[in-house]
């Protein structure tokens, strides 16, 4: 069994593929895990959380309510103002790092990622 | 582990398939004119997710083309490119190229390297790019160090971005350590950026060039405990970095916040003292407006001696060198190798294949709606055990639970039968692709419609119509729709138009497919079939026998074979597979007009409505749908043939007499000994010819359960699986139309001189 380290990560992303490897990655680093399927889940799922995730990993491209739209609904509640949010996705166009920074985002790491990389990540971003 | 992992590659495959069939949804929206921003962006997502998955698992020819293909459409998402039917084709196809490379990765066959150039070419093409068709990479997708990943996580690339691990920069000659000021301004806390983050990441930097960092904090700037607002950015830090680190590692851990904080970086000759104050634009770049103060998050701790290199074993090992990267990719052409892919494809995915459609999706409520009834069945059972505890037995009430427990049953049954039911969709829509690759080797136009996609059937019918409708639409466009020429000069619009619509009827599924092509031409059929000997030359047929004849095993009317069709296995490959899935085929035809076909189905493969009949003492089961009318024994309507055989002539039509119980081996009559209590059962196989089964008596219609016979013991002719009877007995349920053909083949090999032979 892996030890738990105490910390929460919701994940959002469409792709159960992605989500699969999100889970299996942090599960595997000790990490409790919850998972929305696009913004809108994500929401309901990280209000309806107890305790609070620690950090929030998400996808920018999906349906219903994609990362950008999430993050900034994310930072408009007061309760998330500083919640780490790192986006994960296959891009790197600075326009949209731009964005992504402009809406609040913590991070961006670019897909594909390693079980190491996103478990530094993390543990930067809830040290 | 790898398990996992596999499970998490099945996932991706199956979601592959979604995902390309909400690809091909949007794409045939759009070819129907229907550009809106939603089709757009759901295409654009389908091609991403692929992408996404596929970086993910290393699989990189898949990641290549699905990167020029998404680059595409972004043109398209952006509005540079318009969707012309032209542009949507080339989206056809490489959605076609697409999904073969996810075959491929699941360990189908290799794609044609050619076609996927092509394909990239066209693509390339729309929104004007390198028509070299060369490294289309950029520093997205498939980054340069980016190495083909066995199925397992390890090192695939990651970048992240407000700290940059630097492991892909050169060594810095420079024996002058690097020295690096950082003050934040409030608006980089304000946003939830830390400094802290920042801080680790240049100790990471630092570690990833095999040194260490030493940290300063600058506590000048802090005013008085009182004057301090908490919220307001106080404090800046000096860095020292190794020789060997290059400046771009540093910009590239501060790239995230660079709008809000002044960073300074200079190499620090070792010459000068690294002492304070030494880098003059450190002076000026606290300026920022407010005196700074601690903000909570950020480490007040004043001078932080940061070695957090041994606090953060990041297990970050330079992966992959960027050098020897840089080599790979130089060695990989820009066209996909399958060598890149092979070890993924050969290794473990094709072990993989059996399992991959193990799993389904169901709507919640259906299982819902199961979850009731089971519980309505637990009730059920509470009050029949109440009833059994009476003392006067309760016979009356018992009957009426047991009615009631029946129409439960029945329901429950439906309710599974739905969780099992899929939309025929994922198969017609694959028809689009059969349709269009078949056009274009022919030559040909044709616009296939869909109708009635939603139309759901058991799960196992789904998967098993894909061969046979793949055969009928690839005969339609072949051989069913005329050429150009041929259609004008009949005065038809050159593009052929082809329809498959499915819908429910009377507890089965029809499907039709119809064109408006040309017809069966009847007098070629007649004539080819007799030169190929499946018929006599002088049989007298119907139009619709003639029709049928397209059915005969080893029949082909095309003038040459085309790469198509035309090997004359076709048609008769579909029947013999609509037969085994318990269907019908029927052809109308009207020359000029074009051809229909309609296959009936059961709805499931599970269960059977079945007629309870017995043979030779046994219980047996007959489909129900192959029974077309029951009737008692006449002697005077039975007459013997020359060759020993029994007609039996109901209201003026002539048909075989098949007696089931010497038929199945077990005895029972010797020739023609009729007793006046047998029943005879008229029984019609799929082209339409009738026969009579003689039994020894009826007992009842009922719900069959379809077990396999096959699995349990092994395939009997005659025999099409077994089924257990509510008494508990095993009974076999009969194939008719394989029994008549049986007994009719003994009678004579050729069906033309059967029809002779009644004749006579």
Same mark, same amino acid.
């Given at each position: ?78 309760? %998330?103002? $500083? ?24 991070? /961006? ?19 | 582990?790898?398990? =996992? ?69 972004? *043109? ?30 699941? *360990? ?21 790019? *390198? ?57 980089? %806390?304000?946003?939830?950026? =830390? ?14 060039? *095999? ?20 919220? @307001?950015? %106080?404090?800046? /830090? ?17 790239? /995230? ?59 970050? @090992?330079?992966? !992959? ?84 427990? @029946? ?90 138009? #082809? ?30 079939? #007799? ?14 026998? &003639? ?87 006449? $002697? ?32 029972? %009559? ?23 089964? &003689? ?11 379809? @077990? ?29 139309? !394989? ?22």
């Amino acid at each position: 069994m892996v030890e738990k380290v105490g910390i929460r990560v919701l994940t959002v992303d469409d792709s159960r593929t992605m989500q699969g490897m999100l889970r299996k990655a942090l599960e595997g680093a000790g990490y409790d895990v919850i998972q929305g399927g696009d913004g809108v889940e994500g929401l309901e799922v990280l209000q309806a959380a107890d305790p609070v995730p620690n950090a929030i990993i998400t996808d920018i491209n999906m349906p219903r309510m994609d990362g950008f739209e999430f993050i900034e609904a994310v930072r408009a509640l007061e309760q %998330y103002k $500083h919640l780490p949010m790192i986006v994960l996705t296959t891009e790197s166009d600075p326009e949209k790092k731009a964005r992504a920074r402009a809406v609040g985002a913590t991070g /961006w790491i670019v897909k594909p990622f390693s079980t190491d990389s996103l478990v530094a990540a993390i543990r930067r971003v809830t040290a | 582990m790898s398990g =996992d992992m596999d499970d998490i590659l099945l996932v991706f495959f199956q979601e592959c398939e979604e995902q390309l069939q909400e690809l091909e949804r949007g794409l045939s929206a759009l070819s129907d004119g229907e550009s809106g921003k939603e089709t757009i962006n759901a295409v654009f997502r389908a091609v991403h997710s692929v992408k996404g998955g596929a970086a993910s698992f290393g699989l990189e020819n898949l990641v290549r083309f699905a990167h020029v293909f998404e680059s595409s459409l972004d *043109g398209l998402r952006s509005g540079r490119v318009a969707p012309t039917p032209e542009i949507v084709k080339t989206f056809l196809k490489a959605m076609d190229v697409l999904s073969d490379l996810v075959a491929e990765a699941q *360990g189908g066959a290799t794609v044609d390297t050619g076609r996927i150039e092509e394909s990239r070419a066209e693509l390339q093409a729309i929104i004007g790019e *390198g028509s070299g068709g060369a490294q289309p990479q950029q520093d997205d997708t498939v980054p340069a160090d980016f190495t083909p990943v066995p199925v397992d996580f390890e090192p695939v690339m990651a970048d992240f971005d407000f700290g940059d691990f630097g492991f892909d920069e050169e060594e810095a000659p420079a024996a002058a350590s690097l020295v690096v000021t950082f003050s934040p301004h409030t608006a980089m %806390y304000d946003r939830g950026d =830390d400094a802290r983050n920042l801080l680790i990441g240049l100790a990471d930097v630092a570690v990833a060039h *095999g040194g260490t960092s030493t940290v300063t904090c600058e506590t000048a700037a802090l005013p008085a405990l009182a004057a301090m607002e908490t919220e @307001k950015s %106080y404090l800046s /830090w000096r860095v020292v970095l190794p020789a060997a680190v290059p400046e771009e590692s540093v910009h590239a851990v501060f790239d /995230w916040v660079s709008d809000v904080c002044d960073v300074t970086i200079t190499r620090d000759g070792g010459s000068g003292p690294s002492g304070g104050e030494s880098a003059p634009e450190a002076a000026a770049a606290p300026a920022t407006p407010e005196p700074p103060v601690p903000e909570p998050s950020a480490p007040v701790a004043a001078p932080l001696e940061a070695t957090p290199v041994a606090a953060s074993p990041e297990p970050q @090992k330079p992966a !992959a060198p960027p050098s020897i990267a840089d080599k790979i990719m130089a060695e990989l052409p820009p066209a996909p190798t399958p060598a890149a892919t092979a070890p993924i494809a050969a290794g473990n995915t094709t072990a993989r294949r059996p399992v991959e459609q193990a799993t389904i999706r169901v709507d919640l409520h259906r299982v819902d709606d199961l979850m009731d009834l089971v519980g309505e069945l637990v009730i059920a059972q509470a009050a029949l055990e109440s009833i059994g505890q009476r003392e006067d037995g309760g016979q009356q009430e018992m009957i009426k639970r047991i009615a009631s427990m @029946k129409t439960l049953t029945r329901d429950i049954q439906d309710a599974v039968m739905a969780v099992r039911a899929q939309p025929v969709r994922s198969v017609f829509q694959r028809m689009q692709r059969v349709v269009r690759e078949a056009c274009s080797m022919t030559s040909k136009d044709v616009v296939l419609t869909l109708e009635g996609e939603d139309t759901e059937v058991d799960r196992t019918l789904v998967e098993k119509l894909s061969d046979p409708l793949t055969h009928m639409l690839r005969n339609a466009v072949d051989h069913g729709i005329e050429s150009a020429e041929a259609r004008i000069a009949a005065g038809k619009s050159p593009t052929g138009q #082809i329809l498959l619509s499915a819908g429910h009827r009377s507890g089965r599924i029809l499907i039709t497919i119809k064109d408006d092509g040309g017809g069966i031409n009847r007098e070629r059929v007649l004539a080819t079939a #007799i030169k190929r000997g499946i018929i006599a030359p002088d049989a007298v047929l119907t139009d619709d026998e &003639i029709n049928n004849l397209i059915f005969a095993p080893g029949f082909s009317t095309a003038a040459t074979v085309s790469d198509l069709s035309g090997r004359g296995v076709g048609m008769d490959v579909v029947k013999q597979a609509i037969l085994g899935l318990g269907g019908r085929v029927t052809i109308s035809s009207v020359e000029g007009q074009g051809t229909t076909f309609c296959l009936s189905l059961p709805l499931t493969l599970a269960v059977l409505d079945g007629m309870l009949i017995v043979a030779a003492g046994s219980t047996m089961v007959v489909p129900v749908s192959s029974v077309v009318e029951t009737m008692m024994v006449n $002697h005077k309507d039975i007459y013997m043939l020359p060759d020993g055989a029994n007609v039996v002539s109901i209201r003026g039509a002539c048909m075989p007499l098949i007696p089931l119980a010497s038929e199945l081996g077990l005895g029972g %009559y010797g020739s023609g000994g009729l007793s006046e209590e047998d029943v005879i059962l008229v029984v019609e196989n799929e082209s339409g010819a009738r026969a009579a089964l &003689i039994v020894e008596d009826i007992r009842d219609q009922a719900q069959v359960v379809i @077990k396999s016979i096959e699995k349990n013991y092994r395939q009997m002719s005659g025999v099409s699986a077994a089924t257990i009877l509510g008494d508990g007995s095993v009974s076999l349920i009969l194939d008719v139309p !394989a029994l008549v053909a049986n007994a009719l083949g003994r009678i004579d090999t050729r069906p033309s001189d059967v029809r002779t032979g009644l004749a006579a």
